[in-house]
């Protein structure tokens, strides 16, 4: 069982910049295709970024696409979501969630059915 642990959210004032973090309890985290998803209370939860196992390949939602940033640190087992430029429309629950892919370089899911593991959520409220 793979326990995930976000970090990082807050308030913030619009245009202003947040990185959000992902403990994961795994050593062998490389092996595991990370996303950030987010909620917003009466809605689906959505994919805002995605990194495959390898981070060979990466995932943006259109809505966040120059603005946020994942990336992940193996060797701490922590995967990161950079946000810069935010808008009162990005505050929402942020979430991370994993899937191990071992051996694809590539598969990045994009629904949250596809992901095995997820964590608490962090609170990002951006404000006007």
């Known amino acids: 069982q793979v326990q995930l642990v976000e970090s990082g959210g807050g308030l913030v004032q619009a245009g202003g910049s947040l990185r959000l973090s992902c403990a994961a309890s795994?050593?062998?985290?490389?092996?595991?295709?990370v996303g950030w998803f987010r909620r917003v209370p009466g809605k689906e939860r959505e994919i805002v970024a995605a990194?495959?196992?390898?981070?060979?390949?990466?995932y943006y939602a259109d809505s966040v696409k120059g603005r946020f940033t994942i990336s992940r640190d193996n060797a701490q087992n922590t995967v990161y979501l950079q946000m810069n430029s935010l808008k009162p429309e990005d505050t929402a629950v942020y979430y991370c969630?994993?899937?191990?892919?071992?051996?694809?370089?590539?598969?990045?899911?994009?629904?949250?059915?596809?992901?095995?593991?997820w964590g608490q959520g962090t609170q990002v409220t951006v404000s006007s």
């Open positions: 969630a994993a899937r191990r892919t071992e051996g694809s370089l590539h598969y990045t899911p994009r629904v949250s059915r596809e992901y095995d593991y």
């Open positions: 795994e050593r062998t985290f490389s092996n595991y295709a």
């Open positions: 990194s495959s196992a390898s981070h060979y390949s990466t």
